[in-house]
């Protein structure tokens, strides 16, 4: 069995090393457009923002392919199929046969056709990334245009580097796709907060030598322009081979396209209509295709999509449908914008279906799993909403505490005991632990012992 | 008065028992200074005089005398054994046996039975801690720095470990650092920290790889430690890249800034320690768990260096010297491995017998445990210190297993679980009444001295084994001191080297640490200040990654259910169960749940609940508490009941079943 995977981003990567895990023969070959082997693409905002250095990126170490019996190609990316004689052609002119073919080509950034474009520097590779970090160096001010995901955490990357940044973007508010409006809005003040300028419902004309020009003729000026305006699927080589192409190469719940050798996965791959520009579900997508590659059964049935910002001193998680209105679901809400808080939760049918987390908070990981598991979400919302709210300690104040209450959890001794022990005589703490043993074992109760004898003595007038 | 230590759990408190079986606690052993007991070990005098004592060895059940029984056992062994060989007959013995009897009992299973099938129920307890320390130190002594340092350090992370619970006096040795428990419960001991991450359970490997890459991308790491000390960082470097701290809060649910707080914290700290207990260990995945830890240990330069390092909380009583000294399936004396052949050499020198003889390496114990009474598998077994009918994992089918054999003998001092099976129970001497050698959590090796006369009728195992052995063709040591010199010469040479360690030292030094080569050694406390047990003296990184549970929850059992320890008892509770003031603390097994769940099972506190897994089925009594999380039920294992309901899938490497997650159903009992 041959094995040609097209692609060696995040999913073909993963593809590559999920099938070997589980074939240590079947033959593989893979085809990367970079001249770079493997990195991970999620960890550049981390590294222009050099919360992660670039040599944490890497996915693959260098001896891998070699210890592992996979051929992989790097800079001659694949430009043909033939699905007739079942061979792949690069651009350099080398044919490759397959049994089994993995497409896994990704996504473009999108440039959007304006004068002097070609001024600005799309945010996507490693290399976009160290061009960036490069003209950060010298740059006075910078603009990103786009605030998505990526843009937001290029913007505050930048700002974090202590340079000037103007964010703009087309729609009203920020991450308009996964935010609702007031979520949206709170962001934006968070990062203003941060020295990042924001600027929504603005669309840019032109980008010239000394800034980005915008419709209304407004000049925001910058020496560094970064292009954060979404990605576009690389489909045309399915294209060409004739394969079923909407916005993405359609393939079915086995990750196959309309020819049964031919896969795709990842950020190239439109599945039941909806294509995922997110790793986790190019991941999900990676080990379904390798198990039924090496001749197991899996199903892929579809991603739940949890946007997680990653921004220093922005803490922003967002899932699912955020933007239902009460009269389509159950709404619980919180904002106190003066902190940059605002918490949002989507019920439905007793399920959590979105949800939106702004600012730093415990229930983060609970809402997540909460909503990847989609079971009923517990009746007491607030508790949810606030770890820790139901959980307020009762105060053990000698006086309030039932006699029947242990005081001494090493060796089981109850309130009611030392106060007998105390009746019998005992004035201090090694009274009342030659009597009970309390306070022997871990002694962390050496205190609440001493508080209750006091008490007992205060009570009776007996100075101690 | 006679000064010995406690029967119970690793960190072998000192106690005086005397006048008759009254005891007090000692103040010069460090681990319980300034004389520190809990309530397991103020009352262990009880089971001394306890009415519920085995006295006279039974053979199917009736009362006969020792030779009767003796002879009836070595007849069937023999005959078993020479109609289906050496292998048909099997031995599983305890980590709380002292170093002589494990090592007599690892002697007894190879030499004079000639089998391979010998493990220990050890294997459930520290193996994933034991496999991954050896393989990034070159050896595993738990702790290897003296309990008394973690007092002096910054910051102590606990991953796994609820020492308030299960052994109450280690908490005086954390007074003065600030506490990070991973625990998926707000235990007694996660109550007393400073930093709490509750993470899903069977994801702590996830959670430790979150924060080494952390550490990374923040700068923290002390890369000149990592130049000098250790090889293979650029390896776990790469595979880290896949765990950024966001990925790992999907998983684990523990808020990244709840992991960089942590991270910071360790790295902040002059002195600073991480330690793992079972919650990080006993999982199908346990080796590579402890490894995660350790790595972040070592990119944080903390083990082999003063004040700071990594340490495994071992937990029953001879956890440690029962791991060393031949009880474990692929081991020989003095912690060697048994298919080294200059190792074989050694031990065959000492045993007198020529190391082809010395049987290869057997089953592990789940593995030992599931082939018995099968075609291939041992239609004997020899059981010492252990009650695999609660503490073995599917504990209903370990039970089906026993069922099948042609002979099961047991040593015990009450009737356990798995005693009842017995076709041969004979009556031992307890700790008070016998003398020995215990390795405390430390390294420490500690002197068990007898205080007491057994009543009458009652022999040490070491009796049992030299009386087999003898009716086998075999001449063994009953003596204590003597079995124990005999080890001295069996370790000399090994990792575990106990040759300069005498019952005269340990008495007089409170103890000596091991490797011990020669009695003007002073002992080691501290092993890798200078250099690591690899030849090359670096620890070693190794990569590791993250992968789901064997068994994760669904639809059909869509409640995570963890298993462990409650102050009151000790592991199969057969001893703490037959002690009134332990059994009045903790009557009964009972579920925890929280609130939410709970609500949602219409179940409440007091309720008997039924909680059915794959395995098997258990009731109990529900507890309702927020400790827990939200997908998580606990269950206390001291009791028939949680481990019919765990699951066995073991560990690659250290063969350890993962008992701390599995997916259950849980019902209110109609």
């Given at each position: 069995m041959r094995l040609v995977v097209v692609g060696n981003g995040m999913a073909g990567s993963r593809l590559v090393s999920e099938v070997r895990t589980r074939d240590p023969h079947m033959k593989i070959t893979v085809f990367g457009a970079e001249e770079r082997r493997p990195y991970n693409r999620i960890l550049l905002s981390n590294v222009l923002a050099g919360s992660a250095r670039p040599d944490q990126v890497r996915l693959v170490d260098p001896g891998w392919y070699e210890a592992h019996g996979v051929e992989a190609v790097f800079g001659d990316p694949v430009a043909h199929i033939d699905r007739e004689t079942r061979h792949v052609v690069t651009r350099g002119g080398r044919r490759e046969p397959y049994d089994l073919l993995a497409l896994a080509t990704g996504s473009d950034a999108i440039v959007p056709p304006i004068p002097g474009v070609e001024r600005a520097v799309p945010f996507r590779t490693l290399d976009d990334c160290e061009r960036i970090m490069r003209a950060?160096?010298?740059?006075?001010?910078?603009?990103?245009?786009?605030?998505g995901l990526l843009g937001?955490?290029?913007?505050?990357?930048?700002?974090?580097?202590?340079?000037?940044?103007t964010l703009l973007h087309l729609a009203g508010h920020l991450m308009e796709r996964q935010l609702d409006v007031e979520a949206g809005q709170v962001l934006g003040e968070t990062l203003t907060g941060l020295g990042v300028g924001i600027r929504t419902g603005v669309s840019a004309s032109a980008v010239e030598a000394d800034g980005v020009r915008l419709d209304d003729g407004e000049l925001i000026p910058a020496d560094l322009v970064v292009l954060a305006c979404g990605v576009r699927p690389v489909t045309g080589l399915a294209a060409d081979a004739?394969?079923?192409?909407?916005?993405?190469?359609?393939?079915?719940?086995?990750?196959?396209?309309?020819?049964?050798?031919?896969?795709?996965?990842?950020?190239?791959?439109?599945?039941?209509?909806?294509?995922?520009?997110?790793?986790?579900?190019?991941?999900?997508?990676?080990?379904?295709?390798?198990?039924?590659?090496?001749?197991?059964?899996?199903?892929?049935?579809?991603?739940?999509?949890?946007?997680?910002?990653?921004?220093?001193?922005?803490?922003?998680?967002?899932?699912?449908?955020?933007?239902?209105?009460?009269?389509?679901?159950?709404?619980?809400?919180?904002?106190?914008?003066?902190?940059?808080?605002?918490?949002k939760l989507v019920i439905k049918d007793g399920r959590l279906v979105g949800a939106i987390?702004?600012?730093?908070?415990?229930?983060?990981?609970?809402?997540?799993?909460?909503?990847?598991?989609?079971?009923?979400?517990?009746?007491?919302?607030?508790?949810l909403l606030f770890p820790g709210l139901a959980a307020a300690p009762v105060a053990d104040s000698p006086t309030l505490m039932p006699d029947a209450a242990t005081?001494?959890?090493?060796?089981?001794?109850?309130?009611?005991?030392?106060?007998?022990?105390?009746?019998?005589?005992?004035?201090?703490?090694?009274?009342?632990?030659?009597?009970?043993?309390?306070?022997?074992?871990?002694?962390?109760c050496r205190d609440a012992v001493e508080g209750i004898v006091g008490w007992l003595c205060e009570q009776e007038g007996i100075s101690v | 008065m006679t000064a010995t230590h406690c029967p119970y759990c690793a960190l072998q408190c000192g106690m005086k028992i005397g006048p008759g079986p009254a005891i007090t606690p000692r103040t010069d052993i460090p681990a319980n200074a300034p004389g520190s007991l809990c309530q397991k070990g103020w009352t262990a005098g009880e089971l001394l005089?306890?009415?519920?004592?085995?006295?006279?060895?039974?053979?199917?059940?009736?009362?006969?005398?020792?030779?009767?029984?003796?002879?009836?056992?070595?007849?069937?062994?023999?005959?078993?054994?020479?109609?289906?060989?050496?292998?048909?007959?099997?031995?599983?013995?305890?980590?709380?046996?002292?170093?002589?009897?494990?090592?007599?009992?690892?002697?007894?299973?190879?030499?004079?039975?000639?089998?391979?099938?010998?493990?220990?129920?050890?294997?459930?307890?520290?193996?994933?801690?034991?496999?991954?320390?050896?393989?990034?130190?070159?050896?595993?002594?738990g702790m290897p720095f003296p309990i008394t340092d973690l007092a002096e350090a910054d910051v102590v992370m606990l991953a796994g470990a609820n020492v308030a619970e299960t052994m109450p006096p280690f908490v005086r040795h954390l007074n003065g650092p600030r506490l990070i428990v991973v625990d998926p419960r707000r235990s007694p001991t996660a109550r007393l920290a400073w930093l709490h991450l509750q993470p899903t359970p069977g994801t702590d490997l996830a959670l430790a790889l979150g924060l080494l890459h952390i550490a990374i991308g923040d700068g923290l790491v002390d890369e000149e430690y990592v130049a000098a000390r250790t090889t293979g960082f650029d390896e776990v470097r790469t595979a880290l890249a896949s765990w950024w701290p966001e990925r790992v809060e999907r998983i684990?649910?523990?808020?990244?800034?709840?992991?960089?707080?942590?991270?910071?914290?360790?790295?902040?700290?002059?002195?600073?320690?991480?330690?793992?207990?079972?919650?990080?260990?006993?999982?199908?995945k346990g080796t590579d768990t402890v490894t995660a830890f350790i790595n972040l240990a070592l990119a944080l330069g903390l083990p082999g260096t003063e004040g700071s390092g990594y340490g495994c909380v071992t937990g029953q009583g001879n956890g440690q010297g029962g791991r060393e000294h031949g009880q474990k399936a692929d081991q020989l004396p003095g912690y060697r491995k048994i298919d080294d052949p200059a190792a074989r050499a050694h031990v065959a020198g000492v045993w007198g017998i020529a190391p082809d003889d010395i049987p290869g390496p057997g089953r592990s114990a789940y593995e030992l445990l599931d082939a018995l009474?099968?075609?291939?598998?041992?239609?004997?077994?020899?059981?010492?210190?252990?009650?695999?009918?609660?503490?073995?994992?599917?504990?209903?089918?370990?039970?089906?297993?026993?069922?099948?054999?042609?002979?099961?003998?047991?040593?015990?001092?009450?009737?356990?679980?798995?005693?009842?099976?017995?076709?041969?129970?004979?009556?031992?001497?307890?700790?008070?009444?016998?003398?020995?050698?215990?390795?405390?959590?430390?390294?420490?090796?500690?002197?068990?001295?007898?205080?007491?006369?057994?009543?009458?009728?009652?022999?040490?195992?070491?009796?049992?084994?030299?009386?087999?052995?003898?009716?086998?063709?075999?001449?063994?040591?009953?003596?204590?001191?003597?079995?124990?010199?005999?080890?001295?010469?069996?370790?000399?040479?090994?990792?575990?080297?106990?040759?300069?360690?005498?019952?005269?030292?340990?008495?007089?030094?409170?103890?000596?640490?091991?490797?011990?080569?020669?009695?003007?050694?002073?002992?080691?406390?501290?092993?890798?200040?200078?250099?690591?047990?690899?030849?090359?003296?670096?620890?070693?990184?190794?990569?590791?990654?993250?992968?789901?549970?064997?068994?994760?929850?669904?639809?059909?059992?869509?409640?995570?259910?963890?298993?462990?320890?409650?102050?009151?008892?000790?592991?199969?509770?057969?001893?703490?169960?037959?002690?009134?003031?332990?059994?009045?603390?903790?009557?009964?097994?009972?579920?925890?749940?929280?609130?939410?769940?709970?609500?949602?099972?219409?179940?409440?506190?007091?309720?008997?609940?039924?909680?059915?897994?794959?395995?098997?089925?258990?009731?109990?009594?529900?507890?309702?508490?927020?400790?827990?999380?939200?997908?998580?039920?606990?269950?206390?294992?001291?009791?028939?009941?949680?481990?019919?309901?765990?699951?066995?899938?073991?560990?690659?490497?250290?063969?350890?079943?993962?008992?701390?997650?599995?997916?259950?159903?849980?019902?209110?009992?109609?």
């Open positions: 950060a160096e010298q740059a006075r001010a910078a603009v990103v245009i786009g605030g937001i955490e290029a913007a505050r990357g930048l700002a974090g580097r202590g340079l000037p940044v004739g394969l079923e192409v909407r916005r993405g190469i359609v393939v079915d719940d086995e990750l196959r396209t309309d020819d049964p050798s031919i896969f795709a996965i990842g950020e190239c791959a439109e599945h039941d209509g909806t294509v995922y520009g997110l790793v986790a579900p190019a991941w999900e997508q990676a080990t379904v295709a390798a198990e039924v590659i090496t001749g197991g059964k899996a199903l892929y049935r579809g991603s739940r999509l949890v946007t997680r910002l990653k921004a220093k001193s922005v803490e922003l998680a967002a899932m699912g449908e955020t933007q239902l209105g009460e009269e389509q679901a159950e709404v619980v809400r919180f904002s106190h914008r003066a902190r940059g808080t605002y918490r987390l702004l600012g730093e908070s415990d229930a983060v990981g609970t809402l997540t799993q909460l909503f990847d598991r989609g079971g009923p979400v517990p009746g007491d919302r607030a508790g005081v001494c959890r090493c060796n089981n001794v109850t309130k009611g005991q030392i106060r007998a022990c105390w009746e019998a005589g005992a004035r201090d703490v090694d009274g009342v632990a030659a009597a009970t043993r309390a306070t022997t074992g871990c002694g962390t | 005089t306890n009415g519920e004592r085995l006295t006279t060895p039974l053979l199917h059940g009736e009362p006969v005398e020792w030779d009767v029984a003796l002879d009836y056992v070595a007849e069937r062994l023999s005959a078993i054994r020479a109609e289906h060989g050496p292998d048909a007959v099997a031995v599983f013995g305890g980590g709380g046996l002292t170093n002589e009897k494990a090592y007599s009992l690892g002697k007894f299973a190879r030499v004079a039975l000639g089998t391979s099938q010998v493990d220990y129920n050890g294997r459930f307890c520290m193996s994933s801690a034991a496999a991954a320390s050896i393989r990034a130190f070159g050896m595993d002594r684990t649910g523990v808020p990244v800034h709840k992991m960089r707080q942590a991270v910071r914290a360790l790295a902040a700290a002059e002195r600073a320690y991480i330690l793992t207990g079972r919650g990080a260990e006993q999982h199908a009474g099968t075609p291939e598998g041992p239609r004997a077994l020899l059981l010492f210190g252990s009650n695999p009918v609660i503490s073995a994992p599917a504990a209903e089918h370990v039970a089906e297993r026993i069922g099948s054999l042609e002979l099961l003998v047991t040593c015990d001092f009450v009737m356990s679980e798995t005693a009842a099976l017995a076709d041969v129970v004979f009556p031992v001497t307890q700790w008070a009444e016998e003398t020995g050698t215990m390795t405390n959590l430390e390294g420490r090796v500690l002197l068990r001295r007898r205080a007491l006369t057994p009543p009458p009728g009652v022999r040490s195992d070491l009796d049992v084994i030299a009386a087999l052995a003898a009716r086998l063709g075999h001449t063994f040591e009953t003596e204590p001191a003597k079995v124990f010199d005999e080890l001295r010469r069996a370790s000399a040479g090994g990792p575990a080297d106990y040759s300069g360690i005498t019952y005269e030292r340990i008495a007089n030094e409170t103890g000596v640490f091991w490797p011990c080569p020669s009695e003007e050694h002073p002992g080691t406390p501290r092993p890798f200040l200078d250099r690591f047990a690899h030849p090359d003296g670096r620890a070693r990184f190794v990569p590791v990654q993250h992968r789901a549970a064997a068994e994760e929850i669904d639809d059909d059992y869509p409640v995570y259910l963890s298993t462990g320890r409650v102050l009151s008892h000790y592991q199969s509770g057969a001893q703490t169960r037959r002690i009134a003031p332990l059994v009045e603390a903790a009557p009964e097994p009972y579920v925890e749940l929280h609130p939410d769940l709970a609500e949602q099972l219409d179940i409440a506190a007091g309720d008997v609940v039924r909680v059915s897994s794959r395995r098997g089925e258990s009731k109990a009594v529900a507890r309702i508490s927020d400790a827990i999380r939200r997908d998580t039920a606990f269950m206390p294992f001291h009791w028939e009941g949680a481990n019919r309901l765990t699951n066995p899938a073991l560990d690659p490497v250290s063969r350890m079943p993962e008992f701390k997650v599995c997916a259950v159903r849980v019902e209110r009992d109609s």
